[in-house]
Nanobody
């Protein structure tokens, strides 16, 4: 399974961006799917995503500003980011955790897309 992200860019504080992630296939059962980010010198962290039961979750730092959505027919997950802050600057990664028909569990990552927010 390949994940291809797009939408990263340089934006001023207060601006908006929409990230997209498309999977090469989604014939397996998705456990979790969402977005993580990693800023320089920091650990990778969950930003927003969907749990196995389909409910969404968000990091406290982005609640009220970011919205995660998915379109299973298009094999895609999106991250709408509003009111961006310089602290949101990071490489954003799409991640999917899935289970195959034969019961094996895998986690896949995209290549990352850079989001830079200038003050």
């Amino acid at each position: 399974v390949r994940l291809v992200e797009s939408g990263g860019d340089l934006v001023q504080a207060g601006g908006s961006l929409r990230l997209s992630c498309t999977m090469s296939e989604n014939s397996y059962r998705i456990n979790t799917i969402g977005w993580h980010r990693q800023a320089p010198g920091k650990q990778r962290e969950l930003v927003a995503g969907f749990r196995r039961d389909g409910t969404s979750e968000y990091a406290d730092s982005v609640k009220g500003r970011f919205t995660v959505s998915r379109d299973d027919a298009k094999k895609s997950v999106y991250l709408q980011m509003n009111s961006l802050k310089p602290d949101d600057t990071a490489v954003y990664y799409c991640n999917v955790d899935l289970t195959t028909d034969w019961g094996e569990r895998y986690s896949y990552w995209g290549q990352g897309t850079q989001v830079t927010v200038s003050s």
